[in-house]
């Protein structure tokens, strides 16, 4: 059993920085992607940032060339690096890890409590 805890929220003006860390315990088996979601009041969760189990990135376009993703797989953790952070970036901040067999069956989708990041004018 999994189970994920993020870190590092707070509250932070326009143009600050800040990194979020989601702490894995238990195992993570197989093919992995490792994200971040965030959720803003009144819409829908969206994918921010996710890195594979083979390292590859992918960012939404709200946040690309200020937000990256990192993990540490000695540490069991991910992490997401925000910079040049804007009031549109305030949300409740998910980290899920999805991960598969190598041939194709899932083992496991897990979500931490969720973090709250508030960026103000």
């Known amino acids: 059993q999994v189970q994920l805890v993020e870190s590092g929220g707070g509250l932070v003006q326009s143009g600050g920085s800040l990194r979020l860390s989601c702490a894995a315990s238990?195992?993570?088996?197989?093919?992995?992607?490792l994200g971040w979601y965030r959720q803003a009041p009144g819409k829908e969760r969206e994918l921010v940032a996710v890195?594979?189990?083979?390292?590859?990135?992918n960012y939404a376009d709200s946040v690309k060339g200020r937000f990256t993703i990192s993990r540490d797989n000695a540490k069991n953790t991910v992490y997401l690096q925000m910079n040049g952070l804007k009031p549109e970036d305030t949300a409740v901040y998910y980290c899920?890890?999805?991960?598969?067999?190598?041939?194709?069956?899932?083992?496991?989708?897990?979500w931490g409590q969720g973090t709250q990041v508030t960026v103000s004018s």
């Open positions: 890195i594979t189990s083979g390292g590859t990135t």
């Open positions: 238990g195992s993570i088996f197989g093919i992995s992607f």
């Open positions: 899920n890890v999805h991960s598969w067999t190598t041939w194709g069956t899932e083992i496991g989708d897990y």
